[in-house]
């Protein structure tokens, strides 16, 4: 008596095998071009940093030349006192300012928080409840 189940048992490794291997190809592959694009984005980020900061200091100039030119046209005016209302006007705008990114900061909008509470969720489905400690 033969046993038909003898061919079948390489034929089905095989086949596992090669679907194993052309999968892990195929990660390989993607993860190649996530490397690419990241690579990609960080340059792109890189430049968009950079300008950003030429306009700032662009923008910084601009305003001291604004702020040479109300201090020349109202010194005859106002004499000192165009400086001190120009300090406080800038002094007010710099602590508006700070004050909206310290509140930024406090919301926790800088720790990618959408993306870590999917990851939390997807840990909890996978491995059950989170480990003690944790800080949800």
């Given at each position: 008596m033969s046993d038909d189940r003898g061919p079948r048992a390489p034929g089905l490794l095989a086949g596992m095998a090669s679907f194993m291997s052309s999968l892990a190809r195929l990660f390989g592959a993607r993860a190649s071009y996530a490397m690419l694009e990241l690579g990609d984005a960080r340059d792109a980020l890189l430049r968009v940093l950079l300008l950003g900061a030429a306009a700032l200091?662009?923008?910084a100039l601009a305003l001291v030349a604004l702020s040479a030119l109300l201090v020349v046209l109202s010194w005859e005016a106002l004499g000192w006192r165009i400086?001190?209302?120009?300090?406080?006007?800038?002094?007010?705008?710099?602590?508006?300012?700070?004050?909206?990114?310290?509140?930024?900061?406090?919301?926790?909008?800088?720790?990618l928080p959408v993306t870590m509470a999917?990851?939390?969720?997807?840990?909890?489905?996978?491995?059950?409840?989170p480990p003690e400690g944790d800080v949800e």
């Open positions: 200091g662009a923008g400086l001190l209302i120009l300090f406080i006007v800038y002094g007010i705008a710099a602590w508006l300012l700070l004050q909206r990114a310290a509140r930024i900061v406090a919301e926790g909008q800088i720790g999917e990851l939390r969720k997807d840990r909890e489905a996978l491995f059950g409840s």
